[in-house]
């Protein structure tokens, strides 16, 4: 493996994984660019030593072969603007004759993006062959998909086995999601807490295994921790709650007891009428709702109680809201807990938010710039938390 900063891509052809696949509307148009600006520094540099890019990404799910919806044609005008006017050349076909005519054509400081690798299921399957076709186009592979590195797909994993030792890296968007992660996972400064919400606990139940032995104090929040009240002998009303989890919740807590972990739950819960934005609300403690009413935040007694343990922590994890923070009524909590992130890292805390609701939540705040780190990978991300080897970074390293 090379180090992308040290290596000169001047006359060379990267063949680069992005994710670029950004939310479109029913125009066509994006709706939010963040994982393609993510993906520029990367393209920046490689185009500033006088090399040439190929980028290649998935989008959307598309089922069977090649669909208009799922094409990456419409990205090319917004990529050029983005690049300050770069022409970008477009390929319709990721690997067939007009990918390698363009790509044998391209000059220094070009740019050209490959259609939907998804068109072909070949992408997904792993293939090898598909892999060594894709491989044929650049002198140098340049994985900067976090978003994907947790599959082993022909471009994000299977691909590296094309190109020798020397001539395969991790994009600067990789290396900082790879040195954040490991930051938090391996090189926490304590105390440690790490925030875990959302809605289901059966999605949780590996990170926070895996946190056990790391993490001072594990917040739990959000709809997954009624199932919590609920194990400990609580009233949750019509909360949400997996009763087949609730055996695992105890495990959890017996676990986290005996490990001298600190779980902390919503002592009071902010309960509605209804799962509705314009829903009757009332407060409660968590263990204790009333039948009819259900818990769609945390309370304030519990913004304080977890706004204290964030505020005494050095390193902080944030994985999932802490309510229905999409309806105004019930955001409080989510918002409170972004606060207290961005207070603790100005105090001087490293503080790490991932997967796709708490990301979309500090975004929704304004609170991007006041932590010390957003990824942009949410499946990679709780992969990784969960201790799980990623494909798309073993590649890299072998
Ligand atoms: P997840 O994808 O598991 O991180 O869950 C995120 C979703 O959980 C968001 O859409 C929230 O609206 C939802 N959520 C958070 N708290 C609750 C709650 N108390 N009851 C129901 N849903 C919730």
Request: net charge negative.
């Amino acid at each position: 493996m090379s180090e992308f900063s040290a290596y000169n891509f001047k006359g060379q052809k990267a063949l680069v994984r992005v994710d670029f696949n950004v939310p479109l509307n029913d125009k066509f148009e994006i709706t939010d660019d963040t994982r393609m600006r993510a993906a520029f520094p990367t393209i920046k540099k490689i185009l500033a030593d006088g090399g040439m890019v190929i980028l290649m990404s998935h989008f959307g799910r598309p089922k069977d072969g090649p669909e208009e919806k799922f094409s990456l044609k419409p990205l090319i005008q917004h990529l050029s603007d983005l690049l300050s006017g770069t022409t970008v050349f477009f390929a319709n076909d990721c690997v067939g004759e007009q990918a390698y005519l363009t790509a044998s054509m391209m000059r220094p400081g070009e740019v050209l993006l490959l259609e939907n690798l998804r068109f072909y299921k070949e992408e997904e399957k792993g293939d090898e062959k598909f892999a060594e076709k894709l491989s044929k186009l650049g002198d140098v592979w340049v994985n900067d998909a976090f978003g994907t590195a947790h599959r082993a797909h022909a471009s994000t994993a299977v691909i590296a086995k094309f190109f020798p030792a020397d001539k395969k890296m991790f994009g600067l968007l990789m290396e900082s999601e790879v040195a954040s992660a490991e930051k938090v996972l391996h090189k926490a400064e304590k105390p440690f807490v790490a925030i875990i919400g959302g809605a289901k606990v059966s999605d949780k139940i590996l990170i926070i295994e895996n946190l056990l032995e790391r993490a001072t104090d594990i917040i739990i929040g959000g709809g997954m921790a009624y199932t919590f009240m609920k194990a400990k002998g609580g009233q949750i009303g019509n909360s949400l709650c997996e009763e087949e989890r609730l055996d695992t919740a105890l495990e959890i807590l017996r676990k986290a007891e005996e490990k001298n972990v600190c779980i902390h739950l919503p002592s009071d819960s902010i309960i509605a009428d209804k799962f509705a934005a314009d829903a009757e609300t009332s407060v409660a403690p968590s263990n204790n709702i009333p039948d009819g009413w259900m818990g769609l935040d945390i309370g304030a007694n519990a913004c304080d109680q977890f706004s204290n343990v964030i505020k005494n922590s050095k390193t902080i994890l944030w994985n999932g809201p802490m309510g229905v923070f999409e309806m105004p009524k019930f955001q409080n909590g989510t918002k409170t807990i972004a606060i207290a992130i961005a207070e603790a890292t100005q105090d001087g805390a490293f503080s790490l938010v991932g997967g796709g609701d708490s990301v979309a939540a500090v975004n929704q705040f304004g609170f991007t710039d006041k932590v010390s780190y957003v990824s942009t990978g949410g499946g990679a991300m709780l992969e990784y938390f969960e201790g799980k080897v990623l494909p798309g970074i073993a590649a890299v390293n072998s």
